[in-house]
């Protein structure tokens, strides 16, 4: 079955550490993204890569990277710069016009 | 800064009613949009979606409105359902770039 995995499920940080989550494709589209949610809010662009070893900044980029070295994979790393990471983490793909989203890591600060 | 504890926008349907939620977008040039729902700790599904060229698209028990004039989408659900409680996001595009969501509505279905 084609879609996108999004690993791990759950993710726990302590305050200052770096942490990479995992998004992976397998249906050859050549967009990625990278959403934050936070509690009763909407989705916020992170950062989003058109084609391989090509991304661009979205709305909140500070305190986060990206790499697009592979079409399938477009892991983000949440860095200790971020002040407030403890979020809800969406990684969509798309091609034409169809989006498909995986089903999110909860990453939160301890 | 970011702002944190906010609440949805609420819309309470009783099962069986016919529900509307409705978004306003930001971008008059965006020429694709998407209703998605999404249930507690999972990813948005894809509802339905329309293009700028059409004010109007049916599907199954759903149907979506779009007036470019006040940039203005609406869902309208018919005969709700308890399994269509969740939230319900608009988001649009434009030349098939990035995605940019609206803030949200939970619906919440009583019998």
């Known amino acids: 079955d084609g879609g996108i995995t999004q690993s791990p499920k759950y993710l726990f940080r302590k305050e200052g550490q770096n942490v990479t989550l995992s998004c992976e494709q397998n249906l050859n589209h050549d967009a990625m993204y990278w959403y934050r949610q936070d509690p009763g809010q909407g989705l916020r662009l992170i950062y989003y890569?058109?084609?391989?070893?090509?991304?661009q900044k979205g709305d909140i980029a500070e305190g986060y990277s990206v790499s697009r070295e592979k079409k399938e994979s477009f892991p983000l790393t949440v860095t200790s710069a971020q002040k407030n990471p403890t979020a809800f983490y969406l990684c969509a793909s798309s091609i034409q016009d169809g989006y498909t989203f995986g089903s999110g890591t909860r990453l939160t600060v301890v | 800064g970011e702002s944190v504890g906010l609440h949805l926008p609420t819309l309470s349907v009783q099962e069986g009613d016919n529900s509307i939620i409705n978004c306003a977008y930001s971008n008059s040039a965006s020429d694709y949009f998407i209703w998605y729902k999404q249930e507690s700790g999972k990813g948005p599904q894809f509802i339905i979606d329309?293009?700028?060229?059409?004010d109007k698209r049916q599907g199954q028990r759903v149907t979506v409105l779009l007036n470019k004039t006040v940039k203005h989408l609406s869902l309208q659900i018919a005969a709700t359902q308890p399994g269509d409680s969740a939230v319900y996001f608009c988001a649009e595009t434009r030349s098939r770039q990035k995605l940019q969501f609206g803030a949200g509505t939970q619906v919440v279905v009583t019998p």
């Open positions: 329309i293009r700028s060229n059409m």
């Open positions: 890569s058109q084609i391989v070893n090509d991304f």
